[in-house]
């Protein structure tokens, strides 16, 4: 039998951060290939993990995964697959037109819109059979926000070419869209069809997870994707009645299992149970399904750990300012909405104007304060609000001397799934700009879409700084000079203390400091260290935990902060200050 019982030719494992995604995704590709299947493994997240995993390294072309005959895997990687994307616009081009005419169409394809639909049209590519030569492909995708809007492009890029045949100008001439509108069909038919797809809502047994996956289950169906299977990973059950620690962790599980939402009630389910090894290496993914541990390197001893700052500790020295910009950035699922939310209640409480946002499609900030509080002004970046107002803007400025068939054109290109994404970066760009009156904590969304939005503020700086000599461009401010600016913006890297999401901080933090831009500290968050657990699983899991801390300590953060596992979720102004240790 296949394993989770997953069958379907195409299987999209998708969910909130943080709830293994990538894990399962591997341990099912895997299982595939070892029944014998040609399986194809590809990763849709920007900010994949998926070679640390599997122990290789991959790129934008599969890679046979040596211990694993029969699959393959593949990064998509949205800068490559842009700048494939770019030749196939300009080629048509080259030889008929001067140097400076390619330098202008290159130019109007340097956007965060192209590398979205760069990396879309491989993407749709896979679904549309361009790969016949695989019996399953597996795909691990970015967090919920993000995967809903790719998964979404099959039909809004078919409906917009369906409706327009200038293209869009965002994408070049011509766009090079028409020349994909049969392969944009077959995506959305692949995707539609339950016999050929399953997407596994992966989930763990926790409130705010397993309502995520019951509004991705809603939206889902909305756009057509009724092929659904529910995975609850990390279920667990404690060893003794007298570890207080290990009971309140499982009967937390079983209380959110038992509220479990009506859109979840009717899939087929699987529980997964919590493990206490680092899911790294071909060995440790083929024991996730069957639960076999693996052998007793994993429990090597771990560091000991000197006392290290609390959480109130970063925060008073963000409040020797009255102004700027805090970000909150990791990989999903870290708990960078709890943090960011914490931040701001605490700042807000010493009597400093706070303004706490976020960028993340799929975060609720207001659910996390629950409640009002003086000094703090709660928002969020949504995607379709920032569109709409981008629009009415458009046709107030550049179309408002138009008439009534100019401004049809440019509503008809304004309804772009381009367009969303400059909206999305416009809204962040006020934001930035506000913490010069105020503090400012932005919960960011998951690190892949995090990145692009970054790449977005690069491009629109270049293009602001292009023509502006020396001594001017000093005076100039775009977003990433601001950004880039230590004493106005505060970058916290928010972790947990596990292998991955500490690898993917690293690689971040890497990427920031190519851009120039420095984090300003690390936040390990939810640890289970000095809980006092006897529970044999957890204690595992705690010598892995101290291991990834003292990674943190010594050899990647310039400041630290640790903040325990609650029993509760925080949740909360109360909740949220006692966070601060």
């Known amino acids: 039998m296949p394993p989770l019982g997953l069958d379907a030719r195409y299987l999209f494992f998708t969910g909130k951060g943080g709830v293994g995604k990538t894990t399962l995704a591997c341990a099912t590709a895997l299982a595939l290939a070892d029944a014998g299947r040609r399986v194809l493994l590809v990763s849709t997240d920007p900010a994949s993990n998926l070679g640390e995993m599997l122990g290789v390294e991959l790129g934008a072309t599969p890679r046979a995964i040596p211990g694993a005959a029969g699959l393959q895997a593949i990064d998509i990687d949205p800068e490559q697959a842009a700048e494939d994307y770019r030749q196939r616009v300009i080629a048509p081009y080259l030889g008929k037109v001067d140097d400076a005419e390619i330098g202008r169409i290159r130019e109007s394809l340097s956007g965060a819109c192209t590398v979205e639909i760069a990396a879309f049209d491989r993407f749709a590519g896979l679904l549309a059979g361009d790969d016949a030569a695989y019996d399953h492909i597996v795909f691990d995708t970015a967090p919920t926000g ?39 069909a077959r995506a959305r038919a692949a995707l539609e069809d339950p016999a050929r797809t399953t997407v596994v809502l992966v989930t763990r047994p926790d409130v705010a997870a397993l309502r995520e996956a019951a509004r991705t289950s809603a939206e889902l169906r909305a756009l057509g994707l009724k092929g659904q299977r529910l995975v609850v990973n990390g279920v667990f059950e404690a060893s003794s009645p007298d570890d207080a620690v290990a009971v309140a962790l499982a009967r937390r599980g079983r209380e959110a299992l038992a509220q479990l939402p009506e859109d979840l009630r009717g899939l087929p389910r699987t529980d997964v149970p919590l493990r206490g090894w680092d899911m790294l290496g071909l060995d440790t993914l083929r024991r996730v399904v069957d639960g076999t541990p693996p052998s007793a390197a994993s429990l090597a001893a771990a560091p000991p750990l000197p006392e290290l700052p609390h959480l109130g500790d970063l925060v008073d020295a963000l409040a020797a300012t009255r102004n700027g910009l805090v970000m909150v950035m990791g990989k999903g699922g870290v708990g960078k909405t709890t943090i960011a939310a914490a931040i701001a209640v605490e700042l807000a409480s010493r009597g400093i104007d706070v303004h706490l946002s976020t960028t993340d499609p799929a975060a609720h900030v207001a659910a996390a304060l629950d409640g009002a509080l003086p000094h703090l002004e709660v928002g969020r970046i949504d995607p379709a609000v920032e569109t709409q107002r981008y629009i009415d803007h458009v046709l107030a400025t550049k179309g408002k001397d138009l008439d009534a068939d100019g401004r049809a054109l440019m509503l008809e290109d304004l309804r772009s799934p381009c367009t969303e994404e400059v909206a999305v970066f416009h809204a962040f760009s006020r934001i930035v700009a506000e913490a010069r009156g105020r503090v400012v904590v932005l919960d960011t969304a998951p690190t892949g879409h995090t990145l692009l939005l970054l790449d977005a503020t690069g491009a629109y700086h270049r293009d602001v700084m292009r023509g502006i000599d020396e001594a001017s461009s000093a005076r100039v401010k775009t977003p990433l000079t601001r950004l880039r600016d230590p004493a106005y913006t505060h970058i916290v890297l928010v972790t947990l203390a596990e292998t991955t999401p500490v690898s993917e901080a690293a690689r971040l933090q890497d990427d920031l400091r190519r851009a120039q831009i420095e984090p300003w500290a690390w936040v390990v968050n939810a640890t289970l260290v000095g809980s006092g657990t006897t529970d044999p699983l957890l204690r595992q899991r705690v010598a892995g935990e101290l291991r990834q801390i003292a990674r943190v300590r010594d050899g990647l953060a310039s400041r630290i902060a640790v903040v325990p596992w609650r029993a509760e979720a925080p949740r909360g102004v109360a909740a949220l200050r006692a966070l601060m240790g």
């Open 146 to 184: 993000h995967t809903l809007r790719l998964l979404d492009l099959p039909r809004a890029w078919s409906d917009f070419l369906a409706d327009n045949t200038r293209g869009a100008s965002c994408l070049g001439p011509h766009s090079a869209l028409t020349t994909r509108r049969d392969r944009f």
